[in-house]
T-cell receptor, first 120, second 111 residues
Framework: GAVVSQHPSRVICKSGTSVKIECRSL??????MFWYRQFPKQSLMLMAT?????????EQGVEKDKFLINHASLTLSTLTVTSAHPEDSSFYIC????????????????FGPGTRLTVL | KQEVTQIPAALSVPEGENLVLNCSFT??????LQWFRQDPGKGLTSLLL?????REQTSGRLNASLDKSSGRSTLYIAASQPGDSATYLC??????????FGEGTQLTVNP
């Protein structure tokens, strides 16, 4: 149980185009979803947190107009990289949590397999 | 702001050795702590989740301990195998289910 999928797994696009990445919880309802970015040989950095039906909360330094997050249902969140540039090339990973916070065991985050974005 | 440090940054050992990976965190007000494994170019595989009320968790050859008050966690790998080669990440949970990741320990187990 607790499987999270991401689509696509890999995408190559031209500079200036927009790219949408989907994150789905397959066998549970995710109240909260998280988006992370990982540059080569670095750790995961949280970009934003989204709760179903409300606006995402972005981390300091993350441009909300560039990285659009939509959490329209309890099983789907999307990240759209708008007007992508080569510096946006990275590994994007989502995770999903059943809970909305509070520190109980059910707040565990379940991770997707990641999406490799390359912007030419 | 939570900061997580993992030591060593890299480790290369011969097969069969017992290993200790260290993780320290600055904010001891954590709920749970999770250890992950990441293979090159891949996503995360959860290894162990230790709840704040626990001191350790075991799964097969892996044992993780947690000392909240001192801000430390240790991952012990027994009888290491080449298949254990990967980057190991430590991540404590703080309020709002927020995870903060360390830089990881890159492990290479040589046959």
């Amino acid at each position: 149980g607790a499987v999270v999928s991401q689509h696509p797994s890999r995408v190559i696009c031209k500079s200036g185009t927009s790219v949408k990445i989907e994150c789905r919880s397959l066998d549970f309802q995710a109240t909260t979803m998280f988006w992370y970015r990982q540059f080569p040989k670095q750790s995961l950095m949280l970009m934003a947190t989204s709760n179903e039906g409300s606006k995402a909360t972005y981390e300091q330094g993350v441009e909300k107009d560039k990285f659009l997050i939509n959490h329209a249902s309890l099983t789907l969140s999307t990240l759209t990289v708008t007007s992508a540039h080569p510096e946006d090339s990275s590994f994007y990973i989502c995770s999903a949590s059943i809970g909305s916070g509070g520190g109980l065991g059910w707040d565990t985050q379940y991770f997707g397999p990641g999406t490799r974005l390359t912007v030419l | 702001k939570q900061e997580v440090t993992q030591i060593p940054a890299a480790l290369s050992v011969p097969e069969g050795e017992n290993l200790v990976l260290n993780c320290s965190f600055t904010d001891s007000a954590i709920y749970n702590l999770q250890w992950f494994r990441q293979d090159p170019g891949k996503g995360l595989t959860s290894l162990l989740l230790i709840q704040s009320s626990q001191r350790e968790q075991t799964s097969g050859r892996l044992n993780a301990s947690l000392d909240k008050s001192s801000g430390r966690s240790t991952l012990y790998i027994a009888a290491s195998q080449p298949g254990d080669s990967a980057t190991y990440l430590c991540a404590p949970y703080t309020s709002g289910s927020r995870l903060t990741f360390g830089e990881g320990t890159q492990l290479t187990v040589n046959p």
